[in-house]
DNA sequence: GATGAATGAGTGTTCATTCAT
DNA sequence: AATGAATGAACACTCATTCAT
């Protein structure tokens, strides 16, 4: 019952926002009564805390196999957690989306919690960065917390409006975003890209 | 009255959220009554509508007048409206924040108008990118819906953390993000570097 | 309306008790909605401090003009408060026991407040009753504040079931209390004793 | 099991009030579940209900003992009430505040079985003093009901605030009040009421 | 004897809104 | 232009109680 409520209480403040979705919208959708949700929810704020703890906790350790990945290069952890970030959308779109717009419903207590995890995150993104950067992967002259802010901006966006079931694919999006980052949208000169494409050549051998 | 109502609102909607600023936080305030509120605005609904169409109204005709400079390249507009997006987290980072967060308040008929604003604004930037491909400045290789969406992504959530008082001057971060849009990230090999350096030279004469 | 919401939460809470009134009882009464109630108070519990606070501050303010009469010995002003305690129940009894039982419903500061002024009310007494002492109106023997927590007791619980439209008179209670009261803290001087037999032989006859 | 379902209940109620204390409260300072309560008692008002009749059963029989014993006079008898009242207060101080506080939330069946046993005690009360008036133990000018009235109003309300581990003794405690009471209703001897004329004469001139 | 999930009526409270003045 | 008393629907939450196990 307790998933139950949670997987509701996802969809409703998805589709109409936690300020807008009664406790009595959440129990009339499941067909259940009021003590029911409070047998299992200190309160609404609580379960909107549960939402996140849960949606945080789980991105992050999922953010964790792939950094602990010891076969792939700082380059390709970051494309895989694109990846994952995308590829999420359908499975976890919802509840990302209301990760992302009704945090400012905690309280200060669990903001602050909150907040120290998705900071944790992102400091890891930027540790990432760093290593590649002194690795040589990535150009050393841009400042990593700037950088990182832009990536995320960019692809957490996605749950905006990006449709899984539309006419990009998955794998299009991934692939565009990780070439803009990587490479940026500026039309290299001729012998710029011959070079490139030497050096692409020479990399994937 | 009016203007100061607007103003206290933003400021609230901003700070509270619009659902957590009740019409007695506002008016108390401004030290007026709730019949006054209600003599300048029909509903609460109607104020955030306000708050809606003045952002983005203004932000549509300072993009037209980007757009419109006839002496700029396409890059270079890019360039300016991104400035012109960050410079704004200043003056309009309040109302820039309630837009981007409390639409979902209005009701369908507010909302879809405001929407079609948004897409103007997403469009005319889209048309940017176009004609800039045609040109040459960009590349021909990715998505046009994808990329604005990717670059939006990234500039606009800067109403989120950046601060303008902060460490990182305006100038840095709007050439940081223009940095990674049109190159990327990625290292360049020494030739490509090189080459590089001749395009730059090329492009500054 | 202020007025008489107060006066009717006195009368229901003296009828049902604090807890099983709810502001339903009260507005239904009145005829009024709900809003009209929070429009007045704050909440259910700033209502019942307010009662309370009427109470006692009036209850004070009789005790000091009474205090205050220096044409009045000790002796006499305690005859007079009794009187004020039991001549006050046809007009504030249902207050008096609202204020005597549902304290314990008030908050911790709103009761450190109400407990301070109680104490006012008792302090002055005991004084009264030390002055008394030292002018010799009454027996040096006993300890003042027990004294004083005995007379309250049995005078204030006179709330509790004295019927001033029953068979015994305002007076009679009052002077049955007093006679008890004095004739038993009051210093017994020897000859006094013998003269008294006089009275009540003369007085009986 | 029910034997202590009750005491922490008395505990409860006497700390935080009946209408306050929810089963909740009770069953997790026992640490047991709901089931359990309902297993002992039919429902919250048979448990309050249950308190108020084991305290005033044993009141009455105790009242009992001390009015059955032959070998002492009706001043003694009464002074050994006040005792065994005030002795009560370390033992059954709490069950006493919940049985004078609580009342009010019996149902009218039940608390109408409650009065007259707290009838019943006062009666006997009562005919303890109208018998001490016969015998010349106490006067005879004054209403039984209302002496009865204020003696327990005097007595009862110890429970309030008397602390029987403070710095009155619970024989001091007694003996004042016996000595209030006494030297108030007892019948004055020959000699001393003879003077008492001189001094009232003396004092009103 | 004891559990604990589920009930559902009821509570205090909030708040956008109206309207006579 | 502005007031502020009054509305009333909605809300989050509580809690004594039931009952299948």
Request: one cysteine or more.
């Amino acid at each position: 019952m307790r998933g139950r409520i949670l997987k509701e209480s996802i969809d409703l403040f998805d589709k109409k926002g936690f300020s807008k979705t009664s406790i009595q919208d959440i129990i009339d959708t499941i067909g259940v009564t009021k003590g029911t949700f409070y047998y299992y929810f200190k309160s609404k704020q609580e379960l909107l805390m549960d939402i996140h703890l849960n949606y945080i906790k789980e991105l992050l350790a999922e953010q964790e196999v792939i950094f602990n990945d010891e076969y792939l290069s700082n380059k390709e952890k970051m494309n895989n957690l694109i990846s994952l970030i995308i590829k999420n959308i359908k499975i976890h779109g919802k509840s990302a989306r209301v990760f992302n717009r009704e945090f400012r419903h905690l309280d200060d207590n669990q903001l602050k919690l909150i907040n120290d995890y998705r900071k944790e995150f992102r400091i890891k993104l930027q540790k990432l960065l760093g290593e590649g950067i002194e690795k040589g992967e990535f150009r050393d002259d841009l400042r990593c917390d700037i950088v990182i802010f832009g990536i995320l901006g960019m692809v957490n966006r996605s749950y905006n409006w990006y449709d899984p079931d539309g006419e990009v694919s998955e794998e299009e999006l991934v692939n565009t975003y990780m070439d803009i980052i990587l490479n940026g949208i500026k039309k290299e000169e001729k012998t710029a890209l011959i070079n490139e494409k030497i050096i692409e050549n020479h990399f994937t051998v």
